[in-house]
């Protein structure tokens, strides 16, 4: 079974500075699709930044970039000079793979919560 | 362009009671997905709904069920109500529901069961 694991539960960064949201995955399928999406206190998600396991290069979107690691099964969110605005809850989320039958779901990790400082 | 719309926001509901979760897609998507999302936890996939089919379940009791309608809009129905539902759902759409497709979520019901 696929699974996420993301396991800081909070962090803090100070405003300016780049911050590192660590996510592991479980897959044994070679195909799938990993998603970064930010919860700000108001609950919708946001999505951020997208990497598919057969993508060549690290997935790059503004300030937000995805440290992919396929051997080691991990797709770190690194986003730069934060902002106080950042300030929210992180999710990583796997898309299963096309052999599942069930690629209209996401699998989330439990989050990592970011604090700015200003 | 809107977003994913739902409705209602809030909502208080007894234990035993039924409730209904509304859910409009962007204009064009064709996929409706709905997640259950505990507080301080991520949220759980229950359903996706694809041209009106219910293309795959979670893993959630027989009490929830969806429907998709001809204009692409979902409902996501709770019968019995228990305490354990309180909790924050989620709809979000795509095109189609597969492949590299973003979905994208809605605001969120905040559902509280007393």
């Known amino acids: 079974a696929q699974k996420i694991t993301q396991t800081q539960p909070g962090m803090f960064v100070q405003e300016k500075e780049a911050v590192t949201l660590d996510c592991t995955y479980d897959t044994s399928d070679p195909s799938y699709g990993l998603f970064w999406y930010k919860q700000p206190s108001s609950g919708e998600m946001i999505f951020l930044i997208y990497?598919?396991?057969?993508?060549?290069q690290n997935a790059t979107e503004g300030r937000y970039s995805l440290n992919f690691q396929k051997a080691r099964k991990s797709a770190n969110l690194v986003i730069s000079a934060s902002q106080l605005g950042d300030s929210a809850m992180y999710f990583c989320?796997?898309?299963?793979?096309?052999?599942?039958?069930?690629?209209?779901?996401?699998?989330f990790g439990q989050g990592t919560t970011l604090q700015v400082k200003p | 362009d809107a977003g994913v719309t739902q409705s209602p926001t809030h909502l208080i509901k007894t234990r035993g009671q039924h409730v209904t979760l509304r859910c409009s897609p962007i204009?064009?998507?064709?996929?409706v997905s709905w997640y259950q999302q505990v507080l301080g936890q991520g949220p759980q996939f229950i359903f996706q709904y694809y041209e009106k089919e219910e293309r795959g379940r979670g893993n959630f009791p027989d009490r929830f069920s969806a429907r998709q309608f001809p204009n692409y809009s979902s409902e996501l129905n709770v019968n019995a109500l228990l305490l354990g539902d309180s909790a924050l759902y989620l709809c979000a759409s795509s095109l189609v529901g597969e492949g590299r497709e973003t979905q994208y979520f809605g605001p969120g019901t905040r559902l509280l069961v007393l």
């Open positions: 990497q598919g396991s057969y993508d060549q």
């Open positions: 989320a796997m898309r299963p793979p096309i052999s599942s039958g069930n690629t209209g779901k996401l699998i």
């Open positions: 204009s064009g998507h064709k996929s």
